[in-house]
T-cell receptor, first 113, second 116 residues
Framework: DAGVTQSPTHLIKTRGQQVTLRCSPI?????VSWYQQVLGQGPQFIFQ???????GRGNFPDRFSARQFPNYSSELNVNALLLGDSALYLC????????????FGPGTRLTVT | KNQVEQSPQSLIILEGKNCTLQ??????????LRWYKQDTGRGPVSLTI?????NTKSNGRYTATLDADTKQSSLHITASQLSDSASYIC???????????????FGQGTILTVHP
């Protein structure tokens, strides 16, 4: 079975641009969470979606938005990119909310210049 | 404020040796604690997950312990291998109640380097 997949693998953008990152969860999983991991730090929670509804939001500005589609895949959008948005963006899927194990994708490395 | 702190920040050991990584947390209410292994530039991979009632859990050469009273956990790696070189992240899940249910709080990780 395929694990969590993310695209693209790497991305280079310029300050002020917009970016869309994509995530496909493990088949059967209905929850997708997004995390930002700055180099040398642990991941920081951005969003959780379950059954296509936002169920949790971390301390990130409104420039960050996400959505989940009927097939449970998800997109993370970041507008007006800043240099500080450069990070590894991780997507994790789980069967449901709460105590379920989360399975992480390989991440998308975003570099903002 | 929910926090997870790990120590040491980094660790260098020789192949074949054992080591222990520490994790202290202040997350409340507590649901479960997880240890992940993250290779450079890759997504974290789960090693163990423990609930409130579990004191220890093993996964091959990895053994995690949990003391819910003192809010401490440790990850013990035995007979280390070169492939164990990675960042090890302690993650605590918030328990039932409120909108934070299931939210994960990550530690900053311990970078382990195993030398031949």
């Amino acid at each position: 079975d395929a694990g969590v997949t993310q695209s693209p693998t790497h991305l280079i953008k310029t300050r002020g641009q917009q970016v869309t990152l994509r995530c496909s969860p493990i088949s059967g999983h209905k929850s997708v969470s997004w995390y930002q991991q700055v180099l040398g730090q642990g991941p920081q929670f951005i969003f959780q979606y379950y059954e296509k509804e936002e169920r949790g939001r971390g301390n990130f500005p409104d420039r960050f938005s996400a959505r989940q589609f009927p097939n449970y895949s998800s997109e993370l959008n970041v507008n007006a990119l800043l240099l500080g948005d450069s990070a590894l963006y991780l997507c994790a899927s789980s069967p449901g909310q709460g105590r379920h194990e989360q399975y992480f994708g390989p991440g998308t490395r975003l570099t903002v210049t | 404020k929910n926090q997870v702190e790990q120590s040491p920040q980094s660790l260098i050991i020789l192949e074949g040796k054992n080591c222990t990584l520490q994790c202290n947390y202040t997350v409340s209410p507590f649901s479960n604690l997880r240890w992940y292994k993250q290779d450079t530039g890759r997504g974290p991979v789960s090693l163990t997950i423990m609930t409130f009632s579990e004191n220890t859990k093993s996964n091959g050469r990895y053994t995690a312990t949990l003391d819910a009273d003192t809010k401490q956990s440790s990850l013990h790696i035995t007979a280390s291998q070169l492939s164990d070189s990675a960042s090890y992240i302690c993650v605590v899940s918030v328990g039932a109640g409120g909108t934070s249910y299931g939210k994960l709080t990550f530690g900053q990780g311990t970078i382990l380097t195993v030398h031949p």
